[in-house]
């Protein structure tokens, strides 16, 4: 088992591991104790009350950021025709059909949001064990999937900072908030965006205790507990 770095070690030393911190106090920590070179993206991880085996309690949606993720978005498009200039007014970075499928089927992944319409499906649907992966395979429960009207919003969506969500098999959620370098108001902001999107997806098989912890880190930092009762009054639905 590696050793921790002495800077990781000298940031650890500032966070007490035996208390829970409000969310502004968590982030002021998370910003004081990051040390890398880098702007670090701040993240969240939820421990949620849910059984991952059994369909009916899976968790899984998208948060849309006010602030952003402090980062270029780099949208791609599957549309052809009328919906692949639709696309391309809206802003998207890469538009096609078959020629982006190959590209993809060569290795190419260049971008970090794929959007669909329906009719392009039955071609895209054979990169799912590529795209399935890297979480870029368009999706209709995550709005990835959309006619061609709709193509603006869901861009315009996804530059802004579109995040998508989804339950791992031990239980948890990851999800990036921002960067370490945004204000503290921001950071909050994005914060309580994302709880009340994961609060929203609650599924109907969820018993007991919904979301049992919540830590935030930085990429390279330490993880900060969150009290829960104001991390889930930021929910505007709380």
Known sequence: MARAGK??????????????????EAIELAQRTKYAAFDETVELHLRMGVD???ADQQVRGVALLPNGLGKKVRILVFAQG???????????????????IKQIEGGWLGFDVAIATPD????????????????????????TVVPAEDLPRAI?????GRVEFKLDRTGIIHLPIGKSSFDKEQLVQNLAAVIEAVLRAKPSGAKGQYIRSATLSTTMGPGIKLDLKPTLALSSGQ
């Open 7 to 24: 800077k990781y070690l000298e940031a650890a030393r500032q966070v007490d591991r035996l208390r829970t911190y409000s969310p502004q």
């Open 52 to 54: 991952p085996r059994h």
């Open 82 to 100: 009328e919906a692949a200039r639709i696309a391309q007014g809206a802003g998207a970075d890469y538009v096609g059909g078959d020629e982006l």
């Open 120 to 143: 392009m499906m039955g071609k895209v649907g054979r990169l799912g064990k590529i795209l399935g992966r890297r979480g870029l395979m368009p999706n209709p429960k995550a709005g």
């Open 156 to 160: 315009a969506e996804a530059a802004q």
